[in-house]
């Protein structure tokens, strides 16, 4: 007797096989058997007929990491058929938060309406344990965010890393693996994470690299500077040992379309000499962000409140403005 049998459905198990009509045999929650299983009893029997059959699906971009402290049953994703999220995306997670940024690092958060309970975390580790704490309803895998690690050593100010900010920095990536995070994301056309230049993305991401770990990133660029961005992510792949992750491939603008065949055939090279790149994509024709991801670099330095002070400037503004026109996105 079985705990619970699945039956009749098109099973598609991932492997690449044709989907075929199979049942589904469960016991002590594994998978048992997988064919037609005629003869087989279960406690439990679904009616799969007409309903195709899978794995649960993994999200390989999400921001749950935002949402699951304040929804941790995960409903939207569930009622999905996701099971599992890889978390921590384009270098804007909540860890670390150190005191004498933490405020800054809060104030500058984009969490919307969402009340997070920020005392419950400071370091990566804690975030982590706060999660187990309470009980989530899907799979998670966690990246430590390349932006939030500048922040919380640096600030909002642009420039590079000194040396001991630098040492700081990877001290706290080393930190977030050792407690469990898979890799480090980054978003760079987000500040503060887009005022590190290659070098210091390089640096940063050692510990990764030294931990068999992934680089996720939301390159610098997916309009016309697409293929230069690639590039910057396979250097720090090759350099550093990191498995690469390119996040939501795309070439931005009718114009930039061409790019996305000679950005996958580079991302084709790369593999070719062994390096472990690869990519992700939305599965429908739109993106979303932040209208500050317009905004020029410069306009956005010393964080939100510096920001709105220069958007309140009408010369200012006229100067964002123009920067916006002559960047080649629009």
Known sequence: MLDILIRGGQVIDGSGVPRCRADVAIERGRIVEIGLLESA????????FGCVVTPGFVDMHSHADLTLPVVPTADSLVHQGVTSVVAGQCGLTFVPLLAETREQVQA???????????????TFGSYVDYIERIGISVNMAMLVGQGAVRAAII???GGPATTGQMARMQAEVAR???????????GLIYPPGSFADTEELVDVTRPVGERGGFYFSHIRGEDHRLLEAIAEAIHIGRE???????????????QNWPLA?????MIDRARAEGLDVAMDMYPYTAGATGLAALLPEWAQEGGKEATLRRLADPDTRRAMITSMQTSGFF
Do not use: C, Y
């Open 108 to 122: 500058s958060a984009n969490t919307g309406d969402l009340e997070l309970p920020w005392d419950e975390w400071s």
């Open 240 to 254: 550093t040992g990191a498995a690469v992750q390119i996040s939501h491939f795309k070439a931005s603008g009718r």
């Open 41 to 48: 009893q279960a406690e439990t029997v679904i009616d799969a």
């Open 155 to 157: 600030g909002f100010a």
């Open 261 to 265: 065949t000679q950005g996958m055939e």
């Open 176 to 186: 977030a693996m050792d407690s469990g995070a898979i890799g480090i994301s980054t």
